[in-house]
C-alpha cells in the first residue's frame, strides 16, 4: 500500500500538539496533526499563559487574537486571590500583597503579559490560526501503529468510520499527553514521584455571585470537616472548577456518582440547595513525571508526553509549549538542510533540565501557603528552595552544542542581559513606522544584533549565509541601547537563534572572523542532509 508523505506528523491535539503545528507552518514545514477526539475537552484545565509563553505566540502572530479571547475569559472581576476556609461561603482571603510584590519585583522586560485565558478557550483559538494558515489537522482520528528506519516513521492513522490509512513522516512529534502510548511503545522511562494528593476535577455551572458579593479568587482551598478541596475559577460568575479531594486507599472515582460530587460541591460552596449542573469530570493526582530520554531516533516527546508536572505555579502546559517551540525550528533546519543531527540531539539536552526545574517548583507549591510565598512555622525550608515565577521560565540559560560554551555555565543568571544561552533581553526598538521588541526582530532564521555601525558584521553575516545556507537577518541597533540592555560595547554583537535564546555573544568570542563558524558549530551544518526542498 502507497503512503502519503509528509515532513512531521504530530500526534495530540491539545495545546501542545497545536502549538507545535503554528510553530512549524510559521517555520515553514507541512504536517499533518492526529487527535483520536473529535472534539477538544471541556475541562479548563490549564488557565493561564505566562509572559514566555506569550512571546512565543507573539512571534507567531497569535499575540492579539488571544488576548481578544482572554478579554471574554471573565464575566466579571480580574483573576487573582486565594482563599481558605471550610467553604467559599466562609472562606478569608489571605494576604498576598508580598507574593504579588515578589513576582513585579522578579518579572523580566518582555512585550507580553501573563494571561489568564482557560485552555478551554485557548484551543479551538490556535486550532482555528492553524487551519486558516493551511495546516492539516485530523481531529478523530488515531495513530494505531507506526515503526522506525533510518529514513523516516511509518504510521497506520484509523479515522473516525474505522478506515486506516498509511501515513510516511520523516519524524514525528508525540504530544499524546501523560499517558502517552507513543512513549510507553519506544519503552522510554523515567523519574517518578509518587503523587501527595488525589482529586476528582468536577467542571460545573453554578452561580456563586450572590456568595461572592462582588469579590473573588484565584483559588479557594476547601477545609471542611465533610470534604476538602480546592475550587478554581473559569469565569468568575457560573463556572467553575471543583477539585474533591480523595483517599485511593479507601476509594475510587468510580465510587463518585455526579449525585455524590453535586452534594460535594454543595459542601464545598457552603450552599446545601444551590443548583449545580456537572459539566466534565475527570481524576488526577499530583504525582510527576520526566521522561529519562526526549527522542528515540525520529520521534521526540513534547508536554506531558515527555514530563508530568503537579499544577501548582502552572508549569506543565507552559513548559511544554516552550519544548514545542524549542524543537520545531531545530526540525525545520534539519529538513532544510541547513543542521545536523547534533542540532536535534541539542533539544533533550536543553528542555529536560527545565522540565526537572519545573517539576521540583511545582512540586514546592503543595502546600497552600508556601504556594502563595507566605511563611508558617513548617515550610521555611520549602520557601527557601522555590525560585520566582521568571528563573523557571524566562531567566536561564541553556547550555548544549546549540549554543558556544562560556565560563560560566550557571543554568540561573541574576538578570537577562545578553549571556550566551539566554533569552534575549527585550528592549523597546525604534524602526521608524513601528516600535517594536528586540524579540520582534528574531526568527524564523537567525538574526545578528549589532551595537552601532554594523561594518564588517554585515559582510561576514553575508559570506556565513553563502557558506552555510543560513538565513541571517541583520539589525544594527543604538549603541547606548545595546551597552545599558545587553552589556555589549560599541562594534560587539549577539548572534540569536529562531526560538529568541543566544547562540553566541562577546561573553563566547564572538567576532566577525568567527561568525561562520560559529553557524556551523551550533547548526552542525558539516552532518547536514536536505529532505525538503
Not at 67 to 95: C, I, M, P
Not at 122 to 140: I, T
Not at 143 to 167: H, I, M, Y
Not at 458 to 463: F, H, I, S, W
Request: proline share 5%.
Amino acid at each position: 500500500m502507497t503512503s502519503a508523505h509528509v515532513p512531521v506528523l504530530v500526534v495530540g491535539g491539545g495545546l501542545v500538539g497545536l502549538s507545535a503545528a503554528l510553530f512549524l507552518e510559521y517555520h515553514g514545514v507541512p504536517y499533518v496533526l492526529v487527535e483520536r477526539r473529535a472534539t477538544p475537552s471541556p475541562l479548563p484545565r490549564s488557565r493561564g499563559l505566562h509572559t514566555r509563553t506569550g512571546e512565543m505566540y507573539r512571534q507567531v502572530g497569535l499575540e492579539s487574537r488571544i488576548l481578544a479571547t482572554a478579554a471574554t475569559a471573565l464575566k466579571a472581576g480580574k483573576f487573582g486571590g486565594a482563599w481558605t476556609g471550610e467553604s467559599v461561603r466562609t472562606a478569608e482571603a489571605l494576604d498576598l500583597s508580598a507574593f504579588g510584590a515578589s513576582i513585579a519585583a522578579g518579572a523580566d522586560p518582555s512585550p507580553a503579559q501573563f494571561v489568564f485565558v482557560p485552555q478551554v478557550q485557548l484551543e479551538p483559538v490556535l486550532a482555528q490560526a492553524a487551519r486558516e494558515r493551511g495546516g492539516d489537522l485530523r481531529f478523530g482520528t488515531e495513530l494505531v501503529e507506526f515503526a522506525q528506519d533510518a529514513d523516516g516513521v511509518t504510521a497506520v492513522l484509523r479515522d473516525a468510520a474505522g478506515a486506516r490509512s498509511p501515513l510516511r513522516a520523516d519524524y514525528l512529534i508525540a504530544a499524546d499527553g501523560a499517558g502517552s502510548p507513543i512513549r510507553a511503545a519506544l519503552g522510554i522511562t523515567g523519574s517518578e514521584l509518587p503523587p501527595t494528593h488525589h482529586y476528582l476535577n468536577v467542571f460545573a455551572r453554578t452561580d456563586l455571585t450572590g456568595i461572592l458579593d462582588g469579590r473573588g479568587f484565584s483559588q479557594c482551598e476547601i477545609t471542611g470537616p465533610r470534604v476538602r478541596g480546592l475550587v478554581l475559577t473559569k469565569n468568575n460568575t457560573d463556572e467553575w472548577s471543583f477539585h474533591i479531594e480523595y483517599d485511593p486507599a479507601v476509594e475510587s472515582p468510580a465510587d463518585w456518582s455526579d449525585a455524590r460530587c453535586v452534594d460535594a460541591i454543595r459542601a464545598m460552596i457552603g450552599a446545601p440547595g444551590l443548583g449545580v449542573q456537572i459539566l466534565a469530570r475527570s481524576a488526577w493526582d499530583t504525582g510527576t513525571f520526566v521522561a529519562d530520554d526526549y527522542r528515540r531516533d525520529r520521534v521526540f516527546l513534547v508536554g506531558d508526553a515527555a514530563h508530568r508536572h503537579a499544577p501548582w505555579g502552572g508549569y506543565g502546559g507552559n513548559t511544554g509549549v516552550a519544548d514545542a517551540h524549542n524543537l520545531v525550528w531545530k526540525l525545520a533546519a534539519t529538513l532544510h538542510g541547513t543542521a545536523g543531527g547534533a542540532l536535534l540531539d541539542s533539544y533533550a539536552a536543553e528542555r529536560r533540565p527545565r522540565a526537572r526545574i519545573a517539576v521540583e517548583q511545582s512540586r514546592l507549591g503543595t502546600d497552600f501557603r508556601t504556594r502563595y510565598g507566605i511563611r508558617t512555622r513548617d515550610n521555611a525550608g520549602d520557601l527557601a528552595r522555590r525560585l520566582d515565577m521568571s528563573a523557571v521560565m524566562t531567566r536561564y540559560r541553556y547550555t548544549s552544542t546549540a549554543v558556544l560554551d562560556t565560563a560560566d555555565r550557571s543554568p540561573h543568571v541574576p538578570a537577562l542581559h545578553g549571556q550566551t544561552g539566554t533569552r534575549l533581553p527585550h528592549w523597546w526598538v525604534d524602526a521608524g513606522t513601528w516600535t517594536l521588541s528586540t524579540l520582534d526582530l528574531c526568527g524564523p532564521g537567525f538574526t545578528l544584533l549589532i551595537a552601532g555601525p554594523a561594518g564588517a558584521w554585515r559582510e561576514a553575516a553575508a559570506k556565513a549565509q553563502r557558506d552555510t545556507g543560513i538565513d541571517i537577518a541583520v539589525h544594527a541597533l543604538p549603541a547606548s541601547d545595546c551597552a545599558e540592555r545587553a552589556g555589549l560595547s560599541e562594534g560587539q554583537a549577539l548572534l540569536v537563534r529562531p526560538d529568541h535564546h543566544i547562540a553566541a555573544g562577546p561573553d563566547s568570542g564572538l567576532t566577525p572572523a568567527w561568525l561562520g563558524e560559529v553557524l556551523e558549530l551550533v547548526s552542525d551544518t558539516r552532518n547536514a542532509r536536505p529532505v525538503l526542498a
